[in-house]
Antibody, heavy 120, light 110 residues
Framework: DVQLVESGGGLVQPGGSLKLSCAAS????????MHWVRQASGKGLEWVGR??????????AYAASVKGRFTISRDDSKNTAYLQMNSLKTEDTALYYC???????????WGQGTLVTVSS | QSVLTQPPSASGTPGQRVTIYCSGS????????VYWYQHLPGTAPKLLIY???QRPSGVPDRFSASKSGTSASLAISGLRSEDEADYYC???????????FGGGTKLTVL
C-alpha cells in the first residue's frame, strides 16, 4: 500500500526554522514528484510547492507566499522528501501535508499531516 | 484570495444532486487539467477527479465533473450523508508558475 508519513512539526518562534520530513513507502518514490500542501485552522488548502523526479531534473516550484523562505528537497535513497522552512511567520502556522504527484493523474496519495505552530 | 473561485457553501438533501462550480481564467482552468478533492479537516485529502473528468479507481460514479472554457464543475448525485465534506478544485496556473486550489466549498447534507 502507498503510505506517506510526515514528521518534524512542532512549535517554533517567529523568525525560526523547521525541517519537515515525508517518508514514503509502497511505490517507486524516485519516479514520483512530491508536493507539500498546508491548511491553516479554519482556512482552505494551500499549495506550498513541489519537487519533481531526477528524470525531471529535481525541478522545484513554490507558492509566492513561501518563495525564498522554504526549500523542498528529496533523498531518493531514503525515500524521503523534505520541506525546509526558514524565516517562519505566524501565518505559516498550519497542518502540513505531503502528497505524491503522479503527473496528469494528480496528487493521488496524501499523508495525514504534521502540525507546525509559529508563535512566541 | 485564490485565483480559483468556489462558492463557500452548498447543501442538499439525501438523494439529491448537487453541483459545485470552480471559476478561473485562461492561465489556469483555460489551459490545464482540473482536479477535484474531497477533504475532512485534519484528515488526508482524497483525489476525486483527475484530468477534468476522470475518476480514480474506487471513487463512486455518483461523482462526475466537467470543464468548459475557464470554468469547471463537480456534480454529486444520489447525495449521501458521508458526502458531507469540503470540496476543492485545483489546477496548475501558468502565470503563477505553481498549483492553485480553489477556496473550497463546504457541502452540508441536510
Amino acid at each position: 500500500d502507498v503510505q506517506l508519513v510526515e514528521s518534524g512539526g512542532g512549535l517554533v518562534q517567529p523568525g525560526g526554522s523547521l525541517k519537515l520530513s515525508c517518508a514514503a513507502s509502497g511505490f517507486t518514490f524516485s519516479g514520483s514528484a512530491m508536493h507539500w500542501v498546508r491548511q491553516a485552522s479554519g482556512k482552505g488548502l494551500e499549495w506550498v510547492g513541489r519537487i519533481r523526479s531526477k528524470e525531471n531534473h529535481y525541478a522545484t516550484a513554490y507558492a509566492a507566499s513561501v518563495k525564498g523562505r522554504f526549500t523542498i528537497s528529496r533523498d531518493d535513497s531514503k525515500n524521503t522528501a523534505y520541506l525546509q522552512m526558514n524565516s517562519l511567520k505566524t501565518e505559516d502556522t498550519a497542518l502540513y501535508y505531503c502528497a505524491r504527484g503522479s503527473g496528469s493523474l494528480g496528487t493521488d496519495a496524501w499523508g495525514q499531516g504534521t502540525l507546525v505552530t509559529v508563535s512566541s | 484570495q485564490s485565483v480559483l473561485t468556489q462558492p463557500p457553501s452548498a447543501s442538499g438533501t439525501p438523494g439529491q444532486r448537487v453541483t459545485i462550480y470552480c471559476s478561473g481564467s485562461n492561465s489556469n482552468i483555460g489551459s490545464g487539467y482540473v482536479y477535484w478533492y474531497q477533504h475532512l479537516p485534519g484528515t488526508a485529502p482524497k483525489l476525486l477527479i483527475y484530468r477534468n473528468n476522470q475518476r480514480p479507481s474506487g471513487v463512486p460514479d455518483r461523482f462526475s465533473a466537467s470543464k468548459s472554457g475557464t470554468s469547471a464543475s463537480l456534480a454529486i448525485s444520489g447525495l449521501r450523508s458521508e458526502d458531507e465534506a469540503d470540496y476543492y478544485c485545483a489546477v496548475w496556473d501558468d502565470s503563477l508558475g505553481g498549483r492553485v486550489f480553489g477556496g473550497g466549498t463546504k457541502l452540508t447534507v441536510l
